[in-house]
């Protein structure tokens, strides 16, 4: 059994959490999800930072201790994750007993191997990044990458030889293109490195709040070194060897783009130092824009992350996360982009593929899955079952490159391709037609892409997944990767039972929304989706509405009645049924002779100032209360029919 161990950073605690921890967090979600669905020994850690002297200074200004602060807090990202539904095996706090422990240790570890020395420390610092910065990296009192103000700080320190890794990082960056990704992260980073490494102060004397130095106590650890470390404490780094050696090295480090010099530059150098196996993989991912501006406070478009999870269905909400920006770019949050989304991509696409075919299932099947002979003949069913082991795979190798986007990508493309199965073999026209065993190996097919598609989608919108899952009535064993091994495991004989409406549309957002925030009314969207979802007929329903071309033989007024016409329309059958329709307005009797119109045939027969009328005509009424018909060519046969 192969293991894998995600982290994602570990969040500052003096604020609330906001879409950018959101979507870091469910992105490594949807990877912890999908190792599992494969059958690996996951791990998935997440928590928060809590020291620093960005931490207490906050506190200060509340007029609370930090320790308070950080509870009340950190406790709001766990809730946060909670109402997420997101699947870690910790939540770790830098405030834990083990995680101080292990930073002690640490710090034994390179000191033993002669990496840390007393000086004297001058130059930059940000609170807000708790970073130091070079003269060069300044410009007006702020870093030029983040814009967060700098102090001047001047004070004893104890350092870290960080030079000395100089060309143990650069080398390991080459080893393997990936350990930094993506390409143009790993090109910014080696081109830092080999600017030049100069020691890093690890030290401070000015705050208390934080780990101190062992046998040091007036001086506290840089903050960097203690959260930094939370990736080993989780798995038990010194005091769990057995659980360590299994899960360490992290395969994958999620992180923003913001914080990759601390990953890839210090992390590895101080494992190297402490003498640990470095992470096979640190991977910075992209900045969201929120409708096209930078997300601040003081600019008023802050989304909140529980106001977001109250807006939105959290698979919805995953869906456009993980598919609307290529994993590693930077993107924009934009709300009429997740409704398009959500209308075309989950609702229109995959919600109504499930539907159809599950409604027709229980329509003309009785609701049991059929035996099929083993062989698939046509070429058609040979393609359907050839694009869902090529999605499997595809899906496979999106997720070793870190693509995720593209996996869903993969996996709507296969919804479409099975709705266009579905359109081109009618399972409707051959229940019509009594063609019975391939009405059973087209729906077979069908529903067998479907167990395909919703395996696949469990990591991605594992809500909606695991009710189609349900509806389809199988067992565990074939909702994982291992079970797409083949086509055709569906069994023969499991009653499937049509989900509740999987995705429903959501309108558009007006003008009157507020462009910065997310829905006011998530109560009242809610209510509309839902509104809309009953709405909506199957495609059962539809099917139950017989239409057909009707000739119309013969038309006269209806006496008594100056809007009626009472018409003779050949419908294919012995003999034309009688009409009665509202159209004397609009059309002389003599003006619709021979004229191939839309009949609905299986209506029930209504009495109309004594006339029975056997069936309806379809017509659109303008707004000047005259009336176009549903018209076709002059060389429809007569009964042919309308779908
Ligand atoms: O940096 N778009 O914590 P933090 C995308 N405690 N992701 C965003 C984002 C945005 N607009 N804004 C934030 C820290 N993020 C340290 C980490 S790790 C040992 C210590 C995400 O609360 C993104 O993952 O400032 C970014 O790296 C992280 O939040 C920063 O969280």
Do not use: C
């Not at 999620?254 to 096979?280: E, N, T």
């Not at 006496?559 to 609009?586: F, M, N, W, Y």
């Amino acid at each position: 059994m192969s293991k894998f161990y995600v982290t994602t950073p570990i969040y500052y605690v003096n604020g609330a959490p906001h879409l950018g921890h959101a979507y870091t967090t469910i992105l490594a979600d949807a990877m912890a999800r999908y190792h599992r669905l494969k059958g690996d020994d996951v791990f998935f850690l997440t928590g928060t930072d809590e020291h620093g002297l960005k931490i207490q200074r906050a506190a200060e200004k509340l007029g609370i201790t930090p320790q308070q602060m950080v509870d009340e807090n950190s406790a709001k990202f766990r809730e946060l994750f909670d109402r997420l539904e997101l699947t870690h095996d910790r939540f770790i706090r830098t405030t834990e007993d083990d995680h101080r422990r292990t930073v002690e240790e640490m710090i034994d570890r390179m000191a033993a191997s002669g990496d840390i020395y007393l000086g004297e420390y001058a130059g930059w610092y940000s609170a807000s990044d708790e970073a130091y910065y070079d003269e060069s990296e300044i410009e007006d009192g702020r870093a030029i990458a983040s814009g967060s103000e700098v102090e001047w700080v001047e004070e004893q320190s104890y350092f870290f030889k960080l030079s000395k890794y100089e060309d143990q990082l650069l080398e390991w960056y080459d080893e393997a293109p990936d350990h930094v990704a993506p390409d143009s992260r790993r090109n910014e980073v080696k081109a830092f490195v080999e600017s030049g490494l100069r020691d890093l102060s690890i030290t401070r004397t000015t705050f208390s709040w934080g780990i101190p130095m062992p046998d040091e106590p007036e001086h506290v650890l840089y903050v960097w070194v203690d959260a930094l470390t939370n990736y080993i404490t989780a798995i038990g780094a010194f005091d769990d060897p057995e659980r360590f050696e299994k899960y360490w090295p992290a395969d994958i480090h999620v992180i923003g783009k913001d914080i990759l010099r601390f990953h890839a530059v210090y992390w590895p150098a101080f494992l190297m130092s402490a003498g640990l196996p470095l992470p096979r993989q640190v991977f910075a991912h992209g900045w969201w824009t929120v409708e096209g501006e930078k997300m601040s406070k003081s600019k008023g478009n802050f989304i909140d992350a529980f106001e977001l999870a109250d807006a939105y269905e959290l698979d919805v909400l995953r869906y456009y996360m993980i598919r609307e920006i290529p994993f590693g770019n930077d993107g924009n949050f934009s709300k009429e982009r997740l409704v398009e989304r959500n209308n075309a991509e989950l609702a229109d696409n995959i919600g109504n593929l499930v539907n159809r075919t599950l409604s027709m299932s229980m329509g003309f099947i009785d609701g049991e899955v059929p035996a099929t002979t083993d062989e698939l003949k046509e070429s058609i069913d040979i393609e359907l079952r050839d694009q869902a082991i090529e999605t499997r795979d595809g899906v496979d190798a999106a997720m070793k490159d870190r693509q995720p986007h593209r996996a869903l990508e993969l996996i709507t493309s296969l919804s479409s391709e099975t709705n266009n199965y579905v359109q081109t073999v009618q399972p409707w026209a051959l229940n019509k037609k009594g063609e019975t065993q391939r009405l059973e190996e087209t729906l077979y097919n069908s529903l067998e892409a479907i167990r395909f598609i919703a395996v696949l989608l469990s990591a991605f919108v594992p809500d909606a997944a695991g009710r189609i899952l349900d509806g389809l009535g199988i067992d565990d064993e074939l909702k994982t990767i291992d079970s797409l091994d083949e086509w055709g495991r569906l069994p023969a004989g499991t009653k499937v039972e049509k989900p509740d409406v999987l995705f429903a549309k959501l309108d558009p957002p007006t003008d009157d929304d507020e462009s910065d925030e997310p829905d006011e009314s998530p109560a009242e969207d809610a209510q509309e989706a839902d509104e809309e979802g009953a709405n909506l007929i199957s495609f059962d329903e539809f099917l139950n509405v017989e239409m057909r071309v009707g000739k119309v033989v013969a038309a006269e007024a209806v006496e008594g009645a100056d809007k009626l016409l009472k018409l003779s329309v050949d419908v294919g059958e012995d003999t034309p049924r009688t009409v009665v329709a509202g159209i004397a307005q609009t059309f002389a009797p003599d003006d619709i002779i021979d004229w191939r119109v839309t009949m609905v045939t299986n209506l029930e027969p209504a009495k109309l100032f004594g006339i029975e009328s056997q069936a309806m005509l379809l017509a659109a009424k303008k707004s000047d209360d005259t009336f176009a018909l549903a018209r076709f060519d002059d060389d429809v046969e007569p009964g042919t029919a309308v779908s």
